[in-house]
């Protein structure tokens, strides 16, 4: 369960900096993050009497919440360039197997940032003019992992259409996004077969696959 940061309208609390056993020999649990979000060799800018509440005022914040947000933004907008620098390049964007764009047309699993820019900058933010609102936000700054709710709305499609679903994240030590699963408030066309996210691996990554 992720015990960090909860919004539902907007509210963030600044993220603690995510913190690891040692770096270059010298034993401080915040010494890796201090060289990975400041660029500068740990070393020479901690020492053993230094706590993470310390660290943690010399350190940026990382506003997970505030990525999100600004990520729908820029999806609603159409801006594929603002999309691609929410997130790492190698990151991947999962979709319920089966999904389709709003033409009908195949829609498969975003892999890197340019993919998932123009997936959302070009496609829907662009052609099918779709536009998002997130609804509810919580954050786990220590695992760099979050969910939300959102809303999807489709005037392409008809006045009616909009879709809900959730999502989870994770993000690397430097705030960008590295991986979205999203999760749609659809009910299954069949009951025989499986209803999970397409292209991923999910016996490779520790899920069940079968009912023991």
């Not at 990151?91 to 959302?120: K, N």
């Amino acid at each position: 369960m992720l015990s960090g940061a909860v919004s539902g309208a907007g509210r963030t609390e600044r993220s603690r900096p995510f913190c690891a056993a040692s770096v270059r020999g010298l034993q401080h649990p915040c010494a890796e993050a201090v060289e990975a979000l400041t660029g500068e060799e740990a070393t020479s800018k901690v020492s053993r009497a230094d706590t993470c509440d310390n660290l943690e005022a010399r350190m940026p914040a990382v506003d997970h919440e505030r990525t999100i947000r600004d990520y729908f933004d820029a999806c609603t907008a159409g801006d594929a360039r603002a999309i691609a620098s929410f997130f790492a390049p190698d990151a991947v964007h999962y979709f319920p197997d089966g999904d389709t764009y709003p033409d009908g047309s195949p829609q498969r699993a975003f892999r890197g940032a340019e993919a998932i820019a123009h997936g959302f900058g070009d496609r829907f933010g662009g052609e099918f003019r779709t536009r998002w609102t997130v609804d509810h936000v919580i954050v786990d700054a220590e695992r760099r992992e979050a969910v939300i709710e959102w809303s999807n709305f489709k005037p392409s499609v008809s006045p009616e259409a909009r879709l809900r679903g959730a999502e989870f994240y994770r993000f690397d030590d430097g705030g960008k996004i590295v991986e979205i699963r999203a999760y749609y408030a659809c009910p299954p066309g069949g009951p025989g077969r499986p209803y999970e996210l397409g292209e991923f691996d999910y016996a490779g990554r520790g899920y069940p696959v079968a009912d023991r």
